[in-house]
């Protein structure tokens, strides 16, 4: 990982992520070998002591590095490419890995840099990183994975010079080429000796720094969140500050997501009461020296993020497409919702309506300014205000109600994503509800509120509505402010009906 540097980074464009929640049938996560991916490193370190004691950026044993990598994934089946850059007066590589078969217009690309500084071997940056990804695309290869998603792989040259090889990279890709990559993973710093368990905060959770990521990253975050929450890890987030090579990425749109054991930061005593180690003391303190060596490198955190990387690939790009929608809507046009549908509504502000909503934050990030998919969404009103409370959700009900939907016979699920967000003034009685109304009416989904704080996050619900079928039903929504004047907030999307 390279200094703090001040990035020029271009706007960032929105695009959404073609990723959907891994079906039953899909191939298990592998348990990555510990033991192979610290071969690898031994392998990077010998390569270090024999030229110089680094691998950096135009020196011999970046090449050696390189060619190492390149090695192990031509003889496992992959396409391999060295592409060659220039910078410094000095020839660059990055190793390009892709495995066969895959739509390649969903690429998943997953990335390492693998150059270290001048002054080190740099084993925990980033030989942990490259390593814990090479053992994940060899194992794609030992179980001859045939993922849905065209799966790649990079090593990042000079990266340690302010990201040139996945600058150059991206820099290369045609308008097609880059909107055929839907997500990046990037793997800087897994292994470090006191470690914090990080991810890239893709939907800005923690409400400062540089903001969220592209469309997508939160997603990106979620599927790393959910193997460290089944491990029973907590994970923090951190920023994408252009630090490390998701930076060229998400400058053109491309979310990103990825884990981070922390660098030259200091571990707080909050930190160590969460995962261990010292307090008061850096999280990698050999951090861009000579000591970043074999030893360097803490076994446990590199085995469990050699883990997570293994599920990130598996859960996102081994995937069963969804079945194609009988009735679907995604909120980018008008297609009949009625507000107040019953004309029964008590709530005096922040009404159910369809639109592109702004954020808001109070305590955290209450109303989500980003949509799942496209620019619009249903929202309890869509302005954000001079204030967090100033178009959120008051006074009673409010609800909100599709257009006719005629069901087939058969199975049926209705999905859809939602939130539901509050202050530590909300209570039980503020909710989210959605009722199907056909021949009966039937409440399908609750979330209720609770005398806590909530943050704003996207999930998605998928229910039963068999005993709908052959009926010509509606879709009813509704949120509820009846704790006073609790700040309450929610919003729903790409609701879609399946058989």
């Known amino acids: ?15 959404p992520l073609a990723f959907t929640a891994p079906s039953a049938s899909a191939a298990a996560p592998p348990d990555i070998s510990l033991t192979a991916v610290k071969a ?30 390149k090695g192990k994934l031509d003889a496992a089946g992959f396409t391999t490419t060295l592409q060659s850059f220039t910078y410094g007066g000095a020839t660059g590589y990055n190793v390009i890995a892709d495995w066969p078969g895959g739509d390649t217009n969903n690429t998943l690309m997953i990335g390492a840099h693998l150059d270290s500084v001048a002054s080190g071997p740099g084993i925990n940056d980033n030989g942990t990183g490259s390593a814990a990804i090479l053992e994940t ?18 090593w990042w040259g000079a990266e340690e010079l302010g ?10 890709l045609s308008s097609t080429e880059r909107s055929r990559i839907k997500g990046y993973y990037n793997f800087d710093m897994v292994g470090s000796p006191n470690p914090g368990y990080f991810l890239y905060d893709g939907d800005n959770s923690d409400g400062v720094g540089s903001g969220p990521g592209p469309a997508g990253s939160a997603q990106l975050e979620a599927t790393l969140q959910a193997y460290f929450s089944s491990i029973g890890v907590a994970t923090r987030g951190t920023d994408f500050d252009g630090r490390s090579d998701y930076g060229p990425f998400i400058a053109v749109g491309i979310p990103a997501g990825g884990t981070f054991t922390g660098a030259e930061g200091t571990k707080t005593s909050a930190q160590a009461t969460l995962w261990g180690g010292t307090a008061g003391q850096p999280f990698d303190p050999c951090y861009h020296r000579a000591c970043d060596t074999i030893t360097n490198v803490n076994d446990t955190a590199l085995n469990r993020n050699s883990d997570a990387i293994a599920y990130a690939v598996w859960t996102t790009a081994v995937t069963t497409p969804p079945p194609p929608a009988i009735w679907q809507d995604t909120f ?38 980003t949509t799942v998919s496209g620019s619009n969404d249903l929202v309890t009103g869509r302005l954000a205000g001079a204030a967090a ?54 409440q399908v989904f609750q979330q209720l509120g609770s005398a806590a704080n909530r943050d704003g996050a996207w999930a998605t619900a998928n229910v039963d509505i ?29 609701v879609r009906v399946t058989r």
């Open 466 to 494: 068999s005993a709908f079928a052959g009926q010509s039903v509606r879709i009813l929504v509704e949120a509820g402010d009846a704790s006073g004047a609790s700040l309450v907030e929610a919003g729903i999307d790409d």
């Open 1 to 15: 990982m390279r200094t703090l540097w001040t990035m020029g980074m271009a706007a960032i464009l929105a695009i």
């Open 332 to 369: 980018e046009t008008a297609t009949g919702w009625t507000a107040n549908p019953s004309g029964t509504d008590t709530a005096t502000a922040g009404a159910w309506e369809r639109g592109d909503p702004e954020a808001t934050t109070s305590s955290g990030t209450k109303q989500l300014g």
């Open 40 to 69: 690898h490193l031994t392998q990077f370190q010998s390569i270090a002591t024999a030229n110089g004691g680094n691998r950096a950026h135009g020196r011999p044993g970046y090449l050696a590095s390189a060619n190492y990598v």
């Open 163 to 172: 990201l040139r090889g996945s600058q150059a990279y991206v820099n290369g």
């Open 137 to 154: 695309a060899l194992e794609v290869s030992r179980q001859s994975l045939a993922p849905t998603r065209h799966l790649r792989f990079a």
């Open 389 to 442: 409370g100033d178009y959120d959700l008051d006074g009673g009900v409010s609800s909100i109600r599709s257009p006719a939907i005629t069901l087939p016979t058969g199975t049926l699920k209705l999905g859809f994503s939602w939130y539901l967000a509050h202050g530590s003034n909300a209570s039980n009685a503020d909710f989210l509800r959605v009722k199907v109304v056909g021949s009966t009416t039937t």
